[in-house]
């Protein structure tokens, strides 16, 4: 008798840190060559974009949460801003392609003092967190009044034309691709994983419940990515 194959499920909570944590090791060697491929390249562009969201001055210190193998770190050492790169999984820190310093850390307990950052990036994590609400209290306490937070991630078009071609893409292409040259789980996952993430307004609030304001969102290539951007308070 044919048998459908049927995706696997999302981990739980409680199994979700160890999942993510060595999925991530797994797929480190080839993470770069899979981003380029799968995003035409966008990647580095949408990276870009985040760098100058942070409106960080050259010399300031800026710490890339998730960095996995440094791609954001070295957009933000190009314009100058001295990148601290944060991860947990040891395979994407040695993969870790940036001359940036490195830490080996979780981003839900940042291990980094109150105030003492004048920026934070994140790319394409967020949906790998246990929960979103931490790592957004840890971004609120360890920024300096008046920097900001620019956090990169994938999207759901709204433009429903969009929305069908790009969900075809990225359900059904990119697990092909990823199981030719990497992980087929692992490239199964990360598109279904979209579904951790909060919807807008609810994503919205929960930055500012963090403590940060000025909440913005961009939408990137007609909408497959988003940028939030807020920034903490003068006190
Ligand atoms: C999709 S990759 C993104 C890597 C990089 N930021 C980029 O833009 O290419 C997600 C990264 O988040 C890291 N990650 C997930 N949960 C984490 C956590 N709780 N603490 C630290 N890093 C985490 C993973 O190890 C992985 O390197």
């Known amino acids: ?31 770069d ?12 562009k949408w990276r870009e974009k ?11 210190k800026v710490l890339d949460v998730a960095c996995g193998t440094g791609d954001l770190c070295d957009s933000l050492h190009k314009a100058g801003i ?16 940036s001359k940036a310093p490195l830490i080996n850390g979780d981003a839900l307990k940042i291990p980094v003092h109150d105030s003492s950052v004048d920026g934070v990036t994140c790319g394409f994590a ?24 620019a956090l990169l991630e994938v999207d759901q078009p ?10 075809f893409y990225f359900n059904k292409i990119v697990p092909i691709i990823g199981g030719l040259f990497s992980d087929k789980d692992a490239y199964s996952y990360l598109p ?12 919205i609030k929960m930055i500012e419940r963090s403590g940060l304001s000025n909440v913005k969102k961009y939408r990137l290539t007609g909408g497959i990515v988003q940028l939030l951007v807020a920034e903490k308070p003068e006190n």
Do not use: C, W
């Open 50 to 60: 985040t760098v100058k969201h942070i409106y960080a001055y050259p010399g300031a």
């Open 158 to 167: 709204g433009n429903r034309y969009i929305r069908t071609g790009h969900s």
């Open 33 to 44: 060559l899979l981003n380029r491929l799968l995003t035409f390249g966008l990647d580095t």
């Open 82 to 97: 001295k990148a601290i790169g944060m991860d947990f999984s040891r395979g994407m820190l040695t993969s870790f392609n």
């Open 126 to 149: 967020l949906r790998n967190f246990l929960d979103i609400n931490p790592f957004l209290n840890e971004v609120s306490r360890i920024l300096k009044p008046g920097s900001r937070v």
């Open 192 to 203: 279904s994983s979209v579904i951790y993430l909060p919807e807008e307004n609810e994503m």
């Open 1 to 31: 008798m044919k048998q459908s194959r049927k995706k696997k499920p999302l981990p739980t909570s409680s199994e979700k840190e160890m999942t993510v944590r060595k999925m991530f090791d797994r797929i480190a060697p080839r993470y």
